[in-house]
């Protein structure tokens, strides 16, 4: 697996926390973790570090006078904190030296919120930087945007031209749906080529091609980017052992080891002259990037289904046990109150997986209530509602579901 790796930063790096954090002993018998309902970013007035000389100001950026009372710096990080809640950005910040926020958005793209100190035109006032670090360019200017408007206190709304681009594609897909209400035979064989191909995609030994392969497979199952009839379809060629079971235990892989196989091995390497081999660092990276898209295709393609009125027992026999006796403690562990603190976008589709799963099989259900769902539930709402919106929402849907309140 050499051809996986590559060479990363020796620096170290400054240690980052999280508002709050809770550890309960585990998952079935986790208790009750008091939370605030907002995130703070722990920045004071005049602990704010200047800007340093000769510093390359991002144009993504902003300069807020300190001659309007609202932008006090505490003023400034509460706002930017309530955005990322809002917009289920995850985030930590650095404790230790600059105002600094390493945040994360649900597609994947890592990026960097600063603040500083500045003088401008015998002003004195705070900058707040946003760069990207890897992700998409577009969604990244749609978060960056959101940011820097929250920074100066001001509601985001999107362009004018992004919500008339986005109608233009709605209509575009009611209008495909329409047309394609029965899919003919031509389009059934299109959904499993298309299989076959993110299947070579993923048995490449290429960390780009398996890239590649899985957001291909999450945007087949994903209504929004294909239609309801080719996700269903692909759903069901993958769950129901209609093209092979090769491409669901590598997602099953994924989910359960984050390597798509056995023979995959990311530890870190010490080389010949004893130094640490930081490509794992690069694979680490990568392999939980794939593993939150693993989910993400559970979660899409259960969702479905279950929309669509399936029963469990229409699945595969090894799918159905495979769900029961491991994805369900694995999904409980993503629910674990101090791994949603960390890893809140994983902890977000596990419980929409959950969810569906109950909607599928009321004996599932159960079970994820005698194992302590209930619990995690509760706790999950609390972090969500601190830190990332869509799992203090998807955790509500899924209370409701198992126990009907």
Not at 121 to 137: A, I, K, N, W, Y
Not at 246 to 262: I, P, Q, T
Not at 324 to 349: C, N, Q, S, Y
Request: charged share 25%; proline share 4%.
């Amino acid at each position: 697996m050499s051809e996986r790796r590559a060479s990363s930063s020796n620096q170290k790096k400054p240690a980052f926390h999280r508002t709050p954090s809770a550890t309960p002993a585990s998952a079935a018998s986790a208790a009750s973790v008091p939370l605030s309902t907002s995130l703070q970013w722990d920045v004071t007035d005049v602990s704010l570090p200047a800007a340093p000389p000769y510093y390359p100001l991002a144009t993504t950026s902003v300069f807020l006078p300190d001659s309007t009372e609202n932008n006090r710096p505490s003023l400034i990080a509460d706002r930017i904190s309530q955005c990322l809640r809002d917009r289920s950005i995850s985030a930590a910040f650095n404790t230790a030296g600059p105002a600094t926020a390493q945040a994360t958005n649900l597609e994947h793209v890592d990026f960097s919120i600063r603040l500083f100190s500045d003088n401008r035109e015998e002003q004195s006032g705070s900058l707040v930087e946003v760069t990207r670090g890897r992700g998409c360019v577009m969604s990244f200017y749609q978060d960056c945007s959101a940011i820097l408007h929250a920074a100066r206190g001001i509601v985001y709304n999107d362009p004018q031209e992004m919500r008339v681009a986005s109608a233009a594609a709605v209509a575009q897909n009611a209008a495909r749906e329409k047309d394609n209400e029965r899919m003919n035979e031509a389009d059934s064989d299109a959904v499993l080529l298309a299989l076959e191909n993110i299947e070579d995609l993923l048995k490449k030994d290429r960390v780009d091609a398996n890239m590649l392969g899985i957001q291909s497979l999450y945007m087949l199952t994903d209504p929004t980017n294909s239609n309801q009839r080719a996700a269903a379809m692909a759903a069901k060629a993958m769950l129901f052992k209609q093209n092979g079971n090769e491409l669901l235990h590598m997602v099953e892989s994924l989910v359960r080891d984050k390597k798509l196989s056995d023979d995959d091995d990311f530890e870190d390497e010490i080389d010949s002259d004893g130094e640490e081999d930081k490509g794992g660092k690069f694979d680490e990276y990568y392999m939980n990037t794939m593993h939150n898209v693993a989910l993400g295709i559970l979660a899409n393609a259960l969702t479905l289904l279950a929309s669509e009125g399936i029963a469990m027992r229409d699945f595969d026999p090894d799918c159905q046990l495979w769900f029961k006796d491991d994805l369900i403690p694995i999904l409980l562990t993503k629910m674990a109150p101090e791994v949603a603190g960390t890893r809140p976008h994983d902890a977000f589709l596990a419980v929409k997986c959950l969810t569906a799963i109950s909607r599928l099989s009321k004996e599932m259900g159960e079970k994820a209530v005698d194992l302590g769902a209930v619990t995690l539930l509760d706790n999950l709402q609390k972090i969500g509602c601190s830190i990332h919106a869509k799992l203090a929402h998807e955790s509500g849907i899924a209370m409701t579901t198992l126990v009907g309140k």
